[in-house]
């Protein structure tokens, strides 16, 4: 794992889209795995920008998104299908029939998750996971209790992430879909590349325990610790219960100057 604290969005939303560039640059077929919430807004349009400049097209690649709700209707806004389109996929060259989601409104949502974990396997897998951290340490839709090794399943959102997400849907916590469909975390650990981006005070503990506590499904993030290639982006405010602070601004530094 390669930790970078860095001071701001611009600078932290570059260092990620480094990491896709490269990913992409060495194989236009890339796989992409996507994360819908705030935290890869600023990526997004750092490479939305590159591909607009040229330095990378998506015309090859494919893409499979990390989760979605169950039970909203086709074409409701906060539906993660039309968040990654609006925020990302549409302002590319990706093809729309290489966009994959979750199809959080399939009748049965169980055979739905089934198909997608075999769909991505059959695409030989995600070469770029790009992901956020929910404020109990939930990647994707993992909430803390589940397997470390789940395959994409249906799973229950705890009150906590339901209130973070409320802000979406008008504030209003009961408007918040109850479950989803999401990638496990057994799916999530087999991408080849990953970059995680965390900003803010309340995202801190949960950064502090999937850079430094025990593996454990209390914390699910810390599943990662265990990933061959995870860069974790975070401001100054997410990492401020890192304990090794001070060494990983030592570390990135040096990696940044050989680079
Ligand atoms: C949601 C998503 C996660 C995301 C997390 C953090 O619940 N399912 O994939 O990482 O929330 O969201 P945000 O980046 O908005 O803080």
Redesign the pocket.
């Known amino acids: 794992m390669k930790v970078a604290i860095l001071s701001d969005e611009k600078i932290m939303a570059s260092v990620a889209a480094d990491t896709v560039e490269a990913v992409c640059t060495a194989n236009p077929h890339a796989v992409l795995g996507l994360?819908?919430?705030?935290?890869?807004l600023a990526l997004y349009r750092e490479l939305i920008e590159r591909h607009r400049a040229g330095r990378i097209d998506f015309a090859q690649s494919r893409s499979f998104n990390?989760?979605e709700y169950v039970g909203l209707p086709a074409g409701h806004p906060e539906s993660?299908i039309e968040f990654i389109r609006r925020n990302f996929t549409d302002l590319v060259d990706l093809p729309a029939a290489e966009v994959h989601v979750p199809e959080g409104n399939a009748s049965d949502p169980h055979a739905a998750a089934a198909a997608y974990d075999r769909a991505i396997r059959d695409a030989d897998g995600i070469d770029i996971q790009v992901?956020?951290?929910?404020?109990d340490g939930?990647?994707?839709?993992n909430e803390p209790g589940g397997s470390l090794a789940s395959r994409t399943h249906v799973g229950f959102?705890t009150e906590q992430?339901r209130r973070?997400?409320a802000r979406f849907f008008d504030g209003d916590v009961e408007k918040v879909p109850t479950h989803?469909i999401?990638q496990g975390l057994g799916t999530i650990m087999e991408s080849r590349h990953a970059v995680l981006?965390?900003?803010?005070e309340?995202?801190a503990e949960a950064v502090h325990q999937l850079v430094e506590g025990g593996i454990s499904a209390r914390w699910p993030a810390t599943v990662l610790q265990s990933h061959p290639d995870l860069l974790v982006v975070l401001d100054e405010a997410a990492a401020s219960q890192l304990e090794l602070a001070d060494f990983y601004r030592e570390v990135w530094s040096e990696e940044t100057r050989t680079r």
């Open positions: 994360a819908t919430g705030s935290s890869p990390l989760d993660y992901l956020g951290i929910g404020s939930h990647i994707g839709f959102l992430t973070d997400n989803c999401t981006l965390a900003t803010g309340n995202k």
